[in-house]
């Protein structure tokens, strides 16, 4: 069975959690980021959601999401180049954490856990600006 194409603009939570689970099943690798982000930035939620979408597309994101996620995933995400984070340090953070993210061992708990955090962000409950 082919894998499934990502789609051009993710519209839904919903639909956000199905790209999530159709990744590697349990959101695996950025799982364990925003884990992570959630222990050492526990009242930055925007900055937690992008360490979960760490590797999918930011601009299939950005309109669910926002602009701020959208820049972060951006910076770290497919196709991201490390000289685009600049002296950003929420990028500085999301770098460390994706980095230190790809240890396997890591208990990050479950993706269904995300599900409130992402509709609050999608209903711009913690808008900050870019």
């Not at 695996?28 to 050492?40: Q, T």
């Not at 009242?43 to 959601?49: A, N, R, W, Y």
């Amino acid at each position: 069975m082919a894998k499934a194409e990502v789609p051009v603009v993710v519209g839904s939570v919903g639909e956000l959690m199905d790209l999530l689970r159709g990744g590697d099943g349990d959101g695996g690798h950025g799982l364990r980021v925003a884990a992570l982000l959630r222990r050492s930035h526990p009242f930055d939620k925007e900055l937690q959601v992008a360490g979960l979408l760490i590797d999918h597309p930011a601009e299939a994101i950005r309109p669910l999401l926002g602009e701020r996620v959208a820049r972060l995933v951006r910076l770290h995400g497919p196709g991201a180049s490390a000289p685009g984070r600049g002296s950003d340090p929420d990028a500085e953070s999301l770098g460390h954490a994706a980095e230190a993210g790809r240890s396997a061992g890591l208990d990050a708990g479950v993706l269904e856990d995300w599900r409130p955090v992402l509709e609050l962000v999608a209903a711009g409950a913690y808008g900050r600006t870019a």
